[in-house]
């Protein structure tokens, strides 16, 4: 059985360094392992906020590829 693999791609971004500390706090009292991972999760609860069927959307059209 072959296993798919998810593209990554890598974008770079600016932030101000007072956000990036307060990401540096919540990353440390919470379960996020790293800011990569906070930054994910946010950016999915923005999309599934905004355009619910979006990700499910996806998801079925890559499982379907």
Known sequence: MSK???????ITLQ???TMK????HIV???THS???EFIRDA???KIQRENPGLIQAMVRDELTA
Do not use: G, Y
């Open 4 to 10: 798919k693999t998810r593209e990554q791609v890598l």
């Open 15 to 17: 932030i101000p360094a």
């Open 28 to 30: 440390s009292a919470d």
């Open 43 to 45: 950016i999915r609860q």
């Open 34 to 36: 790293n800011m990569s």
């Open 21 to 24: 500390k307060l990401i540096e």
